[in-house]
């Protein structure tokens, strides 16, 4: 029998769900995406030579960002006050890999405010080099680990060993 859908009550509305029996844990989780772009785009944000600033600079504060505002933004989920976000870069054969580490102590899971920061920080690096390239492609993004609460841990495969 599929496992019942939380957001969903048996009448078949949308709902919150309600969290409270639920013990806080130390909640981690990992995202990932990636911009492809051309060479040349990919050289200036390099060198920093971007008209309109440090492209990743600015990225990793807009993913920070979007991950404090995840419940103002997916109707669904709770607000949390999260204890720590990190938003990392690294360079690839045409692309730039963006990857999010969310982390809180709560009732509920911390996967969603990974993801978005992975989102908000690869459209930011469009809009700050879409004058070098407008044909740049945002793909790839997806939970790669998390960490705590009922289900324990979970990890993709094909992203091998890496302290979550």
């Not at 700050?128 to 841990?153: N, P, T, V, Y």
Request: net charge negative; hydrophobic share 45%; aromatic share 4%.
């Amino acid at each position: 029998m599929p496992e019942r859908l939380t957001h969903i009550d048996d009448a078949g509305n949308a709902r919150m769900v309600d969290v409270s029996p639920k013990q806080v844990t130390k909640r981690t989780a990992v995202a990932t995406g990636r911009i492809e772009m051309s060479g040349e785009a990919l050289d200036a944000i390099r060198a920093g030579n971007v008209q309109k600033g440090d492209v990743l600079g600015t990225a990793r504060i807009a993913g920070i960002m979007a991950a404090k505002k995840t419940g103002d933004l997916i109707p669904l989920c709770h607000p949390l006050a999260l204890d720590a976000v990190n938003v990392d870069f690294g360079f690839e054969n045409g692309a730039i890999r963006v990857t999010a580490i969310a982390t809180i102590s709560a009732k509920t899971g911390i996967e969603m405010e990974a993801i978005t920061a992975v989102s908000v920080a690869l459209v930011t690096i469009y809009d700050m080099a879409k004058a070098l390239d407008k044909g740049m492609e945002i793909g790839g993004i997806r939970l790669i680990a998390k960490e705590g609460g009922k289900s324990g841990s979970w990890r993709a495969e094909g992203y091998g060993d890496f302290e979550v």
